[in-house]
């Protein structure tokens, strides 16, 4: 006599061929799926190492201006630079604004107590 269900539960064999079929796709189905993303590290910038200057800046350097080359430009006038050991003149250049309307802020030096930090320029 042949193994199989018993007779108590007549009709059941298609029963169970349905529920391990339906088993066997959702197994496979299971392993299909790609795995997510791994997660995205969050990147933020240093805070700017704010520099000292014991002496005065010197007297800014004239430059001439060259015609914007685009609509939303604003020139960055050259200023010295500190190196660590003496002034370097940086020469002015035209910035982009990163959105439309934006209103360029020039750098400048600022005197903080017995030395000057520069204050990079930026948009508003």
Known sequence: MARGLPKAFPGSAPLAIALAAAASLTLAACGSSPPPPPPQPV???PPPTVVIVPQT???PRQEV???A???GAAWEP???RWTGSEWEWE???YVTSPRVGG???AGYWSQQGNGWVWVPGHWM
């Open 103 to 105: 209103q360029w802020v």
């Open 69 to 71: 080359p685009a609509a």
């Open 43 to 45: 990147v933020s910038a």
């Open 65 to 67: 201006v060259p015609a």
């Open 57 to 59: 800046p010197p007297a």
């Open 78 to 80: 050259g200023h010295w």
């Open 91 to 93: 020469s002015g250049h």
